[in-house]
């Protein structure tokens, strides 16, 4: 089945929204204090891409460019993409949104960069990501998992978005 992906709006809609997202923090109560002080407008360019299941959003991830100078997952260091809060909601799991949310990030055809939470690792595994080699410079206790298009057997997914 084939989902649509879309950059989210940054308004009080969307952020009530993310409210019933589990992973909900910092991130989105900046953006509710920056609207609330009249600095974001709906149509901003929004960090967040979400499926909506008729009115309502039930996957949601955020989606950062990084540039080849914050690189320390790579060779050679290149621009990335850093993927935050994948978040499917509990009744909408295993019907593929994860998977459509990654393919959209794929297709952008930069090397990805995440965080993945307390056994979600199969998951990641499953979409092609692999565990980053340790390194002393670059541990900042985080756990991260990478995928690069330029690794064998990666197909890039042929993805349009509105």
């Known amino acids: 089945m084939e989902y649509k992906v879309e950059r ?7 952020l009530e929204e993310f409210k019933k997202f589990r992973e909900y923090g910092l991130q989105e109560l900046s953006m509710l204090e920056d609207l609330q002080a009249n600095i974001i407008e709906n149509d901003s360019e929004s960090p967040f891409y979400g499926i909506y299941f008729g009115d309502k959003l039930v996957a949601r991830m955020s989606l950062y460019e990084r540039k080849a100078k914050f690189d320390r997952y790579f060779e050679p260091r ?11 909601l509990p009744d909408h ?11 959209f990030a794929k297709s952008f055809g930069l090397p990805i960069k995440t965080n993945p939470r307390v056994q979600s690792h199969a998951f990641w595994y499953k979409m092609g990501f692999k565990a980053v080699e340790y390194n002393m410079e670059r541990d900042l206790g985080e756990n ?5 298009p ?11 978005t509105s």
């Open 8 to 14: 989210l709006l940054v308004n009080y809609q969307t």
């Open 78 to 88: 290149q621009d990335f993409l850093e993927l935050w809060k994948l978040e499917v």
């Open 93 to 103: 799991q295993k019907k593929g949104y994860g998977r459509a949310l990654v393919d």
């Open 144 to 148: 991260p998992l990478i995928w690069n």
């Open 150 to 160: 330029k690794d064998p057997k990666v197909n890039l997914p042929n993805i349009h």
